[in-house]
C-alpha cells in the first residue's frame, strides 16, 4: 500500500469503559437504574422522556440529566412538565459524555433517593454511541422523518442500543416511511433489538414502553 | 430554574491541551513545523494537500498523517499523487483526534528527517476545533457548496483556525456564494484570519497559499 495504517482509540475507550463500570457499580449500591436516551437532534428525545416519565412517576423517584453543548431549553421543559430532579450538563462543545463527565456530574446532581435515572444525551447518531455512559441500558430513538436507512448508516448506535423507539410515527405517511424494512435493519445491527413503535404526541405504543421500562428496571 | 447546571469538560480540554504542549515541544525539537487540516468531509482537504504537497516537496520532506474513521483511500490517494511519507490513523469511530492520539501516531510514524508535517483530520466541522491536536498552526477549509453562512454557524472552527482556505472557488456562480459576505463572517470569528480562495481543480489561488506556507514555516 505504501503506508502504514495504526489505530489511535483503543486507550481511550478502555479507560472510559472502566470509568463505567465503576459508575455502574456506584449506582448499583444505591439502587439506581439508569438509562442513557440517545438520538439525533429533532428525533424527540425530550416529547418522549416528558411522556415515559409522567407515566413512571408514581411508581418511581427519577432523575434527569440533561445534556447539551450548551442551552437549557430540554432542562427547563422536562421540570415544568414533569416536576421531576432535573439538572443540565454543558458538555462546551463536546459532541458526546464519556463516563468520567457523567460521574463529574452525578456528584454535583444528589442522586440519593432516585432509583431511576435517564440521561438525555447530546443529540448526535454518531458521537454518543462510541461512549459507554455507565448506563444500565441505551435507548435509542430513531425518528419517521429520519428514513428507514439509518441503522446501515449508522450502525454503532443500533448495535449498541438494546431499545429502538421508533417515534413520530403518526408523520409515517408523508415520508413513505416502510416499518418492517426498519426492523429488519435494526435487527441486522441487533438480533435481540427491543423495538417500539411510538407516538409520544398522539400517545400511542407509549404505555407499552413505558411498562417493558418498569419490568426490566423491577427486574434488575 | 428549578435545575442546577453543570458544565464537565473542563478537565479532559486541560489535560488534552498539556499533551499537546508536550507534543508541539518534542516536535520543536525536531525541527518538524506541524499543520492541522480541518473541514466538512467533501470540502476538497486530500485534493487541497496534494496540490501544496507537490509545490512545496522540493524545499520539505513532507510526511502525511490521514486520519479517517476507517478506510483508507486520502491516504494512497496522497501516497500516488505526490509520493510522500504518508501514515493511515484509524479513530475507529471517534469524530475527532485529541493529542494523545496523534502522540500515539507519530510514536509508530518515523517522523526523524521530516521538516513539514500534514494531519487530514476527520471530516467535521465541530468535533476537531475543540481539541488542540499539538499542531503549530490550524488550517481550515470552507468549500463554496457549504454556503457563506458557516462561520456563523460553526464558530469555534473559525476561532481555532489562522488559514481559512475557501475552496472550489470555480463553482461560486451556480451557488451563489458571496466571498466578501464569507470574509467578513470569517473575520467576525477571528480578525487576524489570513483567507485565501482556491481552486485546487484549476489551480487558482493555490501558489499564494504554497508560498505564504512557506514563509511561515521559515519563519518560525
Redesign the interface.
Known sequence: ?????????????IENSKKADELRKVLKEKRIYFINVMASPGAGKTTLLVNLINKLKTEFNIGVM?ADIDG?VD??R???ETGV???????????H??A???N??IK??DVDGLNLLFLENVGNL??P??FDTGANINMMLLSVPEGDDKPLKYP?MFEVSKIAVITKIETADIFDFDFQKCQQNIHKRNQNAKIFEVSALEDKGTSELANYLKDIIQGR
Open positions: 500500500m505504501g503506508f502504514e495504517v495504526v489505530k489511535v482509540k483503543e486507550d481511550i475507550l440533561e437549557d432542562a427547563a422536562i421540570v415544568k430532579k432535573t439538572i443540565q450538563i454543558h458538555t462546551s462543545g463536546a459532541c459524555l464519556t468520567q463527565m457523567v463529574d456530574a454535583q446532581f454518531v458521537c454511541a462510541e454503532l
